[in-house]
């Protein structure tokens, strides 16, 4: 078995689905279709969001614009737009890591961080940034290669 480097390690972890999907919920932004089912705060985000291109406006409502029609991060909902991830998760440290035979075991640290999204939002359809969260996953060696 190779040695893995620990940066090797955390970024394989990183890039992976499963630390991908960790928390996503919290990272989400439901937005009804129809002006009259939006409170204040979603009416302004739809605005921000039509600002930079993202949205149409079609007479009662808002619909994706060509630019968000194609990105993988708007989801039509029938009665409402979700759009996840509003965020992305940003390493604040690694914690520990340990060997246990063909197995690195890896404890970090990690926030949420606007993404260009989420910029546009008001503060309070985002996740804390403040709040530090911790992952713990491993990476394994299965003969050939290193996995997350």
């Known amino acids: 078995m190779p040695f893995i480097e620990p940066d090797l390690a955390v970024s394989m972890i990183l890039r992976s689905t499963a630390f991908f999907g960790l928390q996503l919920d919290e990272a989400r932004f439901p937005l009804p279709y129809r002006f009259r089912e939006m409170s204040g705060p979603q009416r302004a985000a739809a605005e921000a969001l039509r600002g930079e291109g993202w949205l149409d406006f079609d007479g009662d ?28 998760k940003q390493l604040v440290r690694v914690v520990s890591f ?39 996953s491993s990476v394994g060696w299965d003969g050939r290669d290193w996995l997350a």
């Open 98 to 136: 340990t060997s246990h035979g063909n197995t690195k075991d890896v404890t970090l640290e990690w926030r949420w961080a606007p993404n260009e999204i989420g910029s546009l939002l008001p503060g309070e359809f985002l996740p804390d940034a403040r709040k530090v969260h911790t992952a713990e």
């Open 61 to 88: 409502g808002v619909a994706l614009s060509a630019k968000a029609s194609h990105d993988l991060r708007f989801f039509d909902r029938e009665t409402y737009l979700e759009i996840i991830p509003v965020a992305t």
